[in-house]
């Protein structure tokens, strides 16, 4: 059943990736912060509910507005995976 939030693993490897390439602190380690998330969200028993995971996309959708180039593109790719993984949730 892991195999079913891949969408999830992709995302927090992105934005592992974009992390590292990130200058601001604060951004950087938000990132790592939504990184670790997803992670955790991906390996867990039990899969999460749509409020934490439009918690996790309202966030990004923040620190891609506030990036330029390749690094937005980058948290909006791996925004988009979030979101796909978010049409396989059962509920609202």
């Avoid at 937005?72 to 995976?81: N, T």
Wanted: proline share 1%; charged share 40%; glycine share 6%.
């Amino acid at each position: 059943m892991a195999d079913d939030r891949s969408d999830l693993r992709t995302a927090a490897e992105t934005l592992s990736d974009v992390r590292d390439s990130i200058s601001d602190d604060e951004t950087a380690d938000r990132l790592g912060s939504f990184a670790d998330q997803l992670r955790s969200m991906a390996d867990a028993d039990r899969g999460p509910d749509h409020g934490r995971l439009d918690r996790v996309m309202h966030g990004l959708r923040e620190i891609s507005s506030a990036l330029e180039g390749e690094e937005s593109v980058h948290v909006e790719s791996a925004r988009e995976e979030v979101r796909s993984y978010r049409e396989t949730v059962e509920g609202v």
